[in-house]
């Protein structure tokens, strides 16, 4: 019954590889993001979708897509990885964000090799 | 455009002692404010939240943060830290009223010795 469950928990990849990283949640909510952590633990939102519906692109490299094909659902797609993409990817998601802040996943560790 | 600061990166208390852990704001809009937490290899809980009602809120696991207008202040406080609270805390802040974002803090990372 995990509210908002994340696949895979880790990936460890080479270098121009693609990749997928799935997100689901059960809340019945509106809105979800993805969020990148880096190894200093900063935050950073790449994506939100609103009911499928792209919302927010935070100048993210176009290597990187968002697909949403409902709205529990929020996957996002890597091509031709790099070093720097090595980091820990959460997906959250929230129905009214000011009332109840964000649900988040346990996060996807990515490491590029 | 709407920020958080969080004060010290690292806080190290001893059990028992109070757990201070510093956040201010900017925000050009009233701003609604949160307080998660983050225990190793996990994702972010949320602690409490301002939005707006009483100025000093409640979390879980006896966390409290007050929301000081004055001071754009937004701190995190415990009265007696618990070897469980270890862990990283991140304040953030909405951002405003046209998108659904949250701005998060750099995270201050707690550290109970016994």
């Known amino acids: 019954d995990t509210a908002v469950s994340q696949t895979p928990k880790y990936l460890v990849t080479q270098m121009g590889n693609d990749k997928s990283i799935k997100c689901e949640q059960n809340l019945g909510h509106d809105t979800m993001y993805w969020y990148k952590q880096d190894s200093k633990k900063f935050l950073k939102i790449m994506f939100s979708y609103n009911n499928k519906e792209l919302i927010i692109n935070e100048t993210v490299p176009n290597r990187f897509s968002p697909k949403s094909p409902d709205k529990a659902h929020l996957n996002l797609h890597i091509n031709s990885l790099e070093l720097g993409d090595s980091a820990v990817y959460f997906c959250?998601?929230?129905?009214?964000?000011?009332?109840?802040?964000?649900?988040f996943g346990s996060g996807t560790r990515l490491t590029v090799v | 455009a709407q920020s958080v600061t969080q004060l010290g990166s690292h806080v190290s208390v001893s059990e028992g002692a109070l757990v201070l852990l510093r956040c201010n704001y900017s925000?050009?809009?009233?701003?609604?404010l949160f307080w998660y937490v983050q225990y190793p290899n996990q994702g972010l809980q949320l602690l409490l939240k301002?939005?707006?009602?009483?100025?000093l809120v409640k979390g879980i696991n006896g966390f409290e943060a007050e929301f000081k207008k004055s001071e754009t202040s937004f701190h995190l406080t415990k009265p007696s830290a618990h070897m469980s609270d270890a862990a990283e805390y991140f304040c953030a802040v909405s951002d405003g009223y046209n998108t659904d974002k949250l701005i998060f803090g750099t995270g201050t990372r707690l550290q109970v010795f016994p």
């Open positions: 301002y939005t707006s009602a009483a100025t």
């Open positions: 925000s050009s809009v009233p701003p609604y």
């Open positions: 959250a998601s929230s129905q009214d964000r000011d009332r109840y802040g964000y649900t």
